[in-house]
Structures are given as structure tokens and as C-alpha cells.
């Protein structure tokens, strides 16, 4: 079920708010009243007025939306218009392999490779309040702006923890693992050109969240055994979850802006297992990523790009079967 905010037990409200139809496409054509998109389901022709908001690195404006550059639309909230163009923005966690004056080589782990990241002068400094050790083997999580040499960063994502990615504490193998989580989603990834209008994108067929640009969420703890499709060498994370296969479902809801829905596992989220931190959108939440949703289902649920991350609460879907035979324990 996509978009829907069903009534579960263990933590998730009975009733909250369904998840936005976010539309993500390349802009073909943009004026003061209309921006028009190739999307996966066709041509979409979005209403916008002086109230919709632009962000291309920052607060930008109508001469941000040219042709060719991909966007994430969140509607307004009678979902007539626009209300948010989020343009070519993008997204780089992962294990800082080499540093230049001005640039940041990252391993995003096994599924997204590496990103030569370039950090302009105007950035720096603000990446730096958060991420004071831009060094090999720390961790690293920047916002960035899509251009033709790369990734530029913009702002860091969240703050940077403060041990080397290689130095994370597990949870004690006795720790009971809960059927409700209770921690930080965030996002990956960046707008692919494939796009489409989420929730009613979600039906067209499971591959359509094998993209970035898709709907669906990178799970931390992915089942390395069998056909689980996770990865053998994945670190255990500071937080205990069940364990899940590519294709299972988890339930995902915004503490800070009240929508629930629920989506896909498309990806292990090996990466985001590293990082032992806060959410503090709405209140701080307890330390560990429990979700990592593509572009789409980040907004849709509600969430700012720029701002990285909100409080959540995550109910996977565990068979039965396999919740009884590992007796509820993951890692």
C-alpha cells in the first residue's frame, strides 16, 4: 500500500495524515505560471504561482528551472499547484577516502559507488561547523547540487559523528529487538531522470524504485543469508533491527510532520547502519538511522530535503516465519 497511513498497533498512530503526490521528472519548459515535465507516466503540467518555492543550492528562482535540469515537486497542500521545486539536488554519505583543498573524495558503499565531491569557498565554512574533521576514515553526509563536474556541496546533511566509520559500537547481542523503531530517516540518492507522480508511480511495477529516483527505502539491516539480498560485510549499527529482504515493506512515519506510508526495501543500507546519530527536526530522537527513503518518499512523507533528516517511527514487516526461527533478534 502506498501513501496510506493504515491503523497499526506497538507505537504508530491509529490516525495521521497520507502521504503527498510528489511528482519528480526533467523540466521541458518553465514560466512565472507553469512548469512542464517529462515524467515516466508522460508530459506534467504543474501550475505555480509567487508563493511556490525554488531551491537549486539554496533559494533560487525562476532562472533555476531550465530545461534539462531534474526536479522533485511537492504540491500545495489542496494539491493544486506547486508549493516546492526542489532542482538537481543530491545527496553524498559515506567514508571519506581523500581530502583536497577544496574537494572530498567519498566510498558511499557497496550499491553507489564513490563521489568526488567539490566544496566551493561560500560552503566551506559552513560545512565545516558540523563536519570538523574532513579526514580519511571519518564519515561524511553533505547536501549537494547536481552540476557537470559533480557533486557541489551546499550544507552538510547532519552532523558528523564523531568516531572513525570503521570504530562503530554494536548493540549487545542480548539487546531485545523491538517491533516498532523509534530514530532518524533520512534520504540518498539524488532525482533520477526516470520520474513519475508518487503514490500512483509506486503501482507501475517493482523496478520502479531500483532508481534513486524511485519510491522506496534503503534498509540498515538487509538479511545477508540466501536471497536476502544484503551485504555479508555490513556493520551491525548502533541500533538492534530485525532483519529484512529487498522487496519486504516497512511502515514509515513522520513524527514532525504527522503523514505516514508505507514502502519498499530497494536497497541495503549498509551505509546509513555507520552512522550513530540524532535527528533533532522536532525534538531529538533516539541515536540511529532506521530508514533511508529515496527523494521521493522523503517529501512525500513530508520532509524538507535540505534539512537531511526527521524524527521517525518504523514498523517492518517481518514474516512471521522468519521473525519466530530468528527469535526476533537481527542485529
Keep these: 500500500m502506498f501513501g496510506g497511513a493504515p491503523a497499526l498497533r506497538s507505537g504508530l498512530p491509529e490516525r495521521s495524515d497520507p502521504a503527498l503526490e510528489v511528482t519528480t521528472g526533467m523540466i521541458l519548459d518553465a514560466s512565472p505560471h507553469l512548469l512542464v515535465l517529462r515524467t515516466a507516466d508522460g508530459e506534467a503540467r504543474l501550475p505555480m504561482t509567487d508563493a511556490t518555492r ?106 558528523q559523528p564523531g568516531y572513525r566509520a570503521d570504530d562503530l559500537a554494536s548493540p549487545e547481542a542480548s539487546t531485545p529487538v523491538p517491533d516498532v523503531l523509534h530514530g532518524t530517516a533520512t534520504w540518498f540518492g539524488d532525482v533520477a531522470a526516470r520520474g513519475g507522480t508518487w503514490p500512483d508511480a509506486g503501482q507501475r511495477g517493482s523496478d520502479v524504485g531500483q532508481v534513486p529516483g524511485g519510491f522506496g527505502a534503503a534498509y540498515p539491516a538487509v538479511d545477508p543469508e540466501g536471497d536476502g539480498g544484503g551485504c555479508p560485510d555490513a556493520p ?51 541515536r540511529g538511522r532506521i530508514a533511508e527513503l529515496t527523494p521521493a518518499a522523503f517529501v512525500a512523507l513530508g520532509g524538507e530535503l535540505e534539512a537531511g533528516c526527521f524524527n521517525a517511527v518504523v514498523r517492518p514487516h517481518v514474516p512471521a516465519a522468519t521473525a519466530a526461527s530468528a527469535g526476533g533478534r537481527a542485529r
Design 54 to 159: 525554488i531551491w537549486h543550492g539554496g533559494r533560487g528562482g525562476l532562472a533555476a528551472l531550465r530545461p534539462g535540469r531534474e526536479v522533485i515537486v511537492r504540491p500545495k497542500a489542496d494539491g493544486l499547484g506547486a508549493d516546492r521545486v526542489w532542482v538537481d539536488i543530491a545527496r553524498v554519505t559515506g567514508t571519506i577516502l581523500a581530502c583536497g583543498d577544496d574537494t572530498v573524495d567519498v566510498d558511499m558503499g557497496p550499491h553507489r559507488g564513490r563521489a568526488h565531491v567539490v566544496i566551493p569557498p561560500h560552503a566551506l565554512g559552513r560545512v565545516l561547523v558540523r563536519h570538523p574533521r574532513l579526514e580519511p576514515g571519518y564519515l561524511i553526509d553533505v547536501v549537494c547540487v547536481r552540476s557537470a563536474g559533480g557533486p557541489q556541496a551546499v550544507r552538510p546533511g547532519t552532523s
Design 236 to 286: 551491525s549499527g548502533c541500533v538492534a533491527l530485525p532483519y529484512l529482504s529487498l522487496g519486504s515493506e516497512v511502515t514509515v512515519h513522520n513524527e514532525c510532520g504527522g503523514r505516514t506510508a508505507t514502502v519498499p526495501v530497494v536497497e541495503c543500507g549498509c551505509v546509513a547502519a555507520r552512522y550513530c546519530d540524532r535527528c533533532v527536526e522536532c525534538g531529538t530522537s533516539p
